[in-house]
T-cell receptor, first 119, second 118 residues
Framework: DGGITQSPKYLFRKEGQNVTLSCEQN?????MYWYRQDPGQGLRLIYY???????QKGDIAEGYSVSREKKESFPLTVTSAQKNPTAFYLC??????????????????FGDGTRLSIL | AQTVTQSQPEMSVQEAETVTLSCTYD???????LFWYKQPPSRQMILVIR??????QNATENRFSVNFQKAAKSFSLKISDSQLGDAAMYFC???????????????FGKGTHLIIQP
């Protein structure tokens, strides 16, 4: 079955450590996204990528980095510069074809999330 | 920047009855898309329904329907014949259609926790 796989499900970070969250999709979607969810809050956009080797900052990119070397993969690194990393992280993807006006109505499909905590 | 407001942190409804979740948004754009997502305790985000702003007709998906009032910037979700499986967090989300070719993400409200009373 096609879908989005996030791993690990739970992750613990030590002080000063970088950690990487994995996101893989086999939906052949062009665009991929990372969101952060805090208790009592909606999702906030960290980074997004419309095409391989290109990505853009979202609303809360500070302290995070991403790469998009393959269409299927969009890993998120939470760096030591992110002082409050404890949150639930969701990866999403959607069909977004460059040059087509109507792509925005395509829904985003989400993974099951990774919960990151501080040791 | 666009904002999405869900003014009801929590709603409760009796099983088999109807409930309406409210959502308002602020934008200066004329073309955009609106979505309702459901997040059950499993934390997975599930698309419930979507609406294109250029369409006057309200979207409907089985027991779920929306009341889209573009001038009022309102996008409420009506759930008919509520079922126990409808219990979840519900998020309203906005996406611009005019991003200059970029695939911007969704802007979410803070969510409404829906409780279904048996």
């Amino acid at each position: 079955d096609g879908g989005i796989t996030q791993s690990p499900k739970y992750l613990f970070r030590k002080e000063g450590q970088n950690v990487t969250l994995s996101c893989e999709q086999n939906l052949n979607h062009d665009a991929m996204y990372w969101y952060r969810q805090d208790p009592g809050q909606g999702l906030r956009l960290i980074y997004y990528s419309q095409i391989v080797n290109d990505f853009q900052k979202g609303d809360i990119a500070e302290g995070y980095s991403v790469s998009r070397e393959k269409k299927e993969s969009f890993p998120l690194t939470v760096t030591s510069a992110q002082k409050n990393p404890t949150a639930f992280y969701l990866c999403a993807s959607s069909i977004d074809q460059l040059g087509l006006y109507t792509w925005s109505n395509q829904p985003q499909h989400f993974g099951d999330g990774t919960r990151l905590s501080i040791l | 920047a666009q904002t999405v407001t869900q003014s009801q942190p929590e709603m409760s409804v009796q099983e088999a009855e109807t409930v309406t979740l409210s959502c308002t948004y602020d934008t200066s754009e004329s073309d955009y898309y609106l979505f309702w997502y459901k997040q059950p305790p499993s934390r997975q985000m599930i698309l419930v329904i979507r609406q294109e702003a250029y369409k006057q007709q309200n979207a409907t998906e089985n027991r779920f329907s929306v009341n889209f009032q573009k001038a009022a910037k309102s996008f409420s979700l009506k759930i008919s014949d509520s079922q126990l499986g409808d219990a979840a967090m519900y998020f309203c989300a906005y996406r611009s259609a005019l991003t200059g070719g970029g695939a911007d993400g969704l802007t979410f409200g803070k969510g409404t926790h829906l409780i279904i009373q048996p």
